[in-house]
């Protein structure tokens, strides 16, 4: 791997190779093995990655792919390594290094310098006026945070950010404190990513979740892989698509790009992932325009019923859908006029293509979609989700083996935390369950998600920013709005493991408090503690760090949110908050009668491997309103671009967890030494007049006729669909505004940029 320092300006050192023609491999595990080496200690690599996703360790941070029944000693990813081995390393920020540089000089440093400088290891304050953190200790450091939001005019002036880092325990706690405080505004990472999922399904189905275990990937017949990266996003979901694959089952990969992992796999715990060509993984590979899903998905389902007129009854599931569905004839007579030339012009596919998917459609009896922020972060994400489920509908490919959704998730307990009540518009009924449980009336306003939260602090109407986890300026859209927006706040306070670029963008008084991670010991009143997450299949499990804290002065997230509600709700507060942080199992009794599924959770938890949530779609019941799954009526919805424009997704190099790049490498790609590369077909560089490596900017054209610019782009020739560009997220974050975003769920919508590309003077 080439190092080189974080803070260099990268743009004239890009370097091109050929994309890889397969993921993992034995050189997944050597860029695993010298990322880790080169940030901790042998020791505590070998401690922690033999820990890493074992029935008794360490839940990987790295994504919601879950565990498999029977796991290998090695049971974790180049990625998941690289993750976990980042967290453990054993370099430390200290108060000298705060003392060394201003707010500004920090600011002004690359991601990935901030994530280099290693572990936080005490509270931090930058007071109202200076232009540097200094210590803090803790008492003094809660007592400020509650006394600031016991000081505003409404507690709804207040939000409570979460990512999905988050334990389960810590998000109950953390939307407890909120709404005994009085306010529902509590954004989270989700609303950035899979909350087109929720909406959609949540309509469609009644329930926000997919449906599919892994013993369901192994069992399907067909498995669509659509607007996703597992290669790099998920990786050991690839494990199980070639278990999929040696059983006999069929994959069709929908992306813009031919990513890596979508081709061939080579399980490096495997003689023929070693030493063999590995595993072909898409039989069929649709290199679709982005924001073509909808009108793919519409075309296979008027295919299907066209097929069901001549041979009728040999086609759908007219029983399945009898008994479970509504709106069948509404939406049959709806898609019967989609026609082929508008589909066409949306996916820029051939027809020939989507009519041999038809027929892999017709010869499978079971059949699961996957999907990622390929569909999530568009504007018309949640009919397209809905329209999946229109597809699985017909054919009854909902509730039995190896049939169902599969929304992968990103981060690794995001389900969870919405789970546990981290959202801004819980249900009626879980607000009743809390309330009986803890003797307080919560608020039933809903609160505001990521995008109305920045609005909120933008005009002044919320001026205390909570940050637990995450780093909110990187992963928010419009970034220059969401930095101000927290520069107008009178307090910012980032819970966090490492420094981040959020830690720069301070509110009028700022704090940072230092927590442990995954991978630390958990020491309480009444000894070690683990902590539960819920994976995207909804698994529940347990997680215990083994590594001695990075410091002495660390707090887990459950102490700081427990000291915290103690000083914000007063000593006249009924909910024993000093009892949860002394013993994490008394959180978990209190899960279980508040939150639906977790009967018995310390009981059921401590089954190696933990327990399953139920989903009731798979007893064929469906809590929507009218008590059945619903056929949804889309309109064909795509991105038309004007001549001389692309459609620009953002997206994470290989080398990337989320908004920290670990290198300017993008293996996969053949991107490196650079991130600010814009990826475009070949042909459409020629026929736009910029040469292969050309240096550009990139500018979003929006309908009100505003426009964005990012600076100082490489055009690199690259296989992705004609008419599509990609790049690196966060850097493109500035191209998207805050308005921008997907109808119903209020995602960003950063898969669906419309741009042009101009080139700038040498
Ligand atoms: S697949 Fe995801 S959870 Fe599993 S080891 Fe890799 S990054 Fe971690």
Redesign the pocket.
Same mark, same amino acid.
Do not use: K, Q, V
């Given at each position: 791997m080439t190092r080189r320092r974080a803070d260099d300006d990268p743009r004239d050192e890009l370097r091109v190779t050929s994309p890889k023609e397969y993921a993992a491999g034995v050189p997944a595990v050597a860029h695993a093995m010298e990322y880790a080496l080169s940030h901790t200690s042998p020791r505590r690599t070998a401690l922690t990655l033999l820990n890493?996703?074992q029935t008794e360790g360490i839940d990987? $941070?790295?994504?919601?792919?879950p565990d498999p029944q029977h796991r290998h000693k090695n049971?974790?990813?180049e990625?998941?390594?690289k993750?976990v081995t980042d967290e453990a390393t054993t370099r430390r920020v200290t108060r000298e290094l705060f003392a060394a540089h201003s707010v500004a000089e920090l600011g002004a440093k690359s991601d990935m310098w901030l994530n280099e400088q290693g572990r936080l290891t005490e509270p931090m304050v930058k007071r109202a006026g200076a232009t540097h953190y200094e210590p803090i200790g803790w008492d003094e450091a809660l007592q400020l945070v509650a006394d600031e939001l016991r000081g505003l005019g409404s507690p709804d002036e207040a939000m409570f950010y979460t990512s999905g880092r988050v334990s389960n325990e810590a998000a109950f706690l953390l939307q407890l404190m909120a709404r005994s405080y009085g306010t529902n505004n509590l954004p989270d990472c989700s609303n950035m990513c899979h909350e087109s999922s929720g909406s959609g399904l949540g309509e469609s189905l009644g329930i926000g979740k997919g449906s599919v275990s892994l013993d369901d990937i192994h069992a399907a017949d067909l498995i669509f892989v659509v607007g996703q990266n597992p290669g790099t996003n998920? $990786?050991?979901?690839l494990s199980a698509l070639e278990e999929t694959k040696r059983n006999g089952g069929t994959i069709v990969a929908v992306n813009p790009l031919p990513e890596a992992g979508l081709k061939r796999f080579k399980n490096p715990q495997r003689p023929s992932g070693v030493i063999g060509r590995g595993t072909v993984i898409a039989d069929q590979f649709l290199k679709i325009r982005p924001g073509g899903d909808l009108a793919l998905f519409q075309m296979l389902n008027r295919l299907l019923l066209e097929a069901e007129a001549s041979a009728p009854g040999a086609v759908l599931d007219h029983d399945y859908i009898a008994r479970n569905c509504i709106g069948f004839e509404e939406f049959a007579a709806d898609v019967r006029t989609v026609a082929w030339d508008d589909v066409l012009a949306a996916t820029g596919l051939e027809r020939a293509e989507i009519e041999e998917v038809h027929r892999r459609v017709l010869e499978s009896k079971s059949i699961i979609v996957c999907w990622a922020m390929g569909l999530t972060q568009h504007k018309h994400g949640v009919p397209t989700i809905q329209e999946i489920v229109n597809f699985l509908l017909l054919r009854g490919n909902l509730g039995r083996a190896g049939a169902g959704v599969c929304p992968v998730r990103g981060h690794?307990n995001v389900q969870g935390d919405r789970t546990m009540g981290i959202w801004e518009r819980m249900p009626q009924r879980f607000l009743d369950a809390l309330e009986t449980e803890f003797g307080f009336t919560p608020p039933t306003a809903h609160g505001y998600d990521s995008v109305d939260g920045v609005r909120a602090m933008r005009d002044g109407r919320a001026s205390v920013f909570v940050g637990v986890a995450g780093n909110f300026v990187r992963a928010m859209s419009d970034s220059d709005v969401t930095e101000q927006a927290l520069r107008s706040c009178r307090l910012t306070v980032q819970i966090s493991t490492k420094l981040n670029h959020s830690h720069t963008v301070c509110g009028e008084t700022a704090i940072i408090l230092p927590t442990l991670g995954r991978s630390d010991r958990d020491v309480q009143a009444t000894g070690e503690q683990f902590v539960t997450v819920e994976d995207s299949m909804s698994e529940v499990h347990q997680s215990r760090g083994r590594l001695e804290p990075a410091s002495s002065s660390l707090l887990s997230e459950v102490a700081i949110l427990c000291r915290l509600a103690r000083r914000l709700l007063g000593t006249g507060n009924p909910i024993p908050w000093e009892s949860f942080e002394g013993d994490y199992g008394l959180i978990r009794d209190r899960i279980a009668r508040v939150v639906p599924g977790f009967e018995d959770f310390n009981t059921r938890v401590a089954h190696p491997g933990g327990f399953r949530l139920p989903n009731p779609v798979n007893e064929g019941v469906f809590p929507t309103p009218s008590g059945k799954a619903v056929f949804t009526r889309n309109a064909l919805e795509s991105l038309p671009t004007p001549p001389g424009h692309l459609v620009l997704q953002s997206l994470r190099s290989h080398d990337q967890w989320n908004t920290i790049p670990y290198a300017m490498n993008d293996r996969y790609r053949g991107i490196h030494d650079a991130r600010r590369v814009v990826l475009v077909n070949p042909d459409d560089l020629a026929d736009l007049g910029i040469a292969d490596q050309e240096l550009v900017d990139i500018v979003s054209v929006w309908t009100d006729g505003t426009e964005r610019r990012a600076e100082g782009f490489r055009a690199v020739g690259y296989p992705a669909a004609r008419g599509s560009a990609a790049s690196y997220y966060p850097e493109t974050n500035v191209l998207v505004p805050l308005d921008s975003v997907a109808a119903v769920s209020n995602t960003p919508t950063s898969k669906g940029v419309i741009v042009r590309l101009e080139r700038r003077a040498p």
């Open positions: 890493l996703n990987c $941070p790295g994504c919601a792919w049971e974790y990813c990625n998941g390594a993750h998920h $990786p050991r979901m690794s």
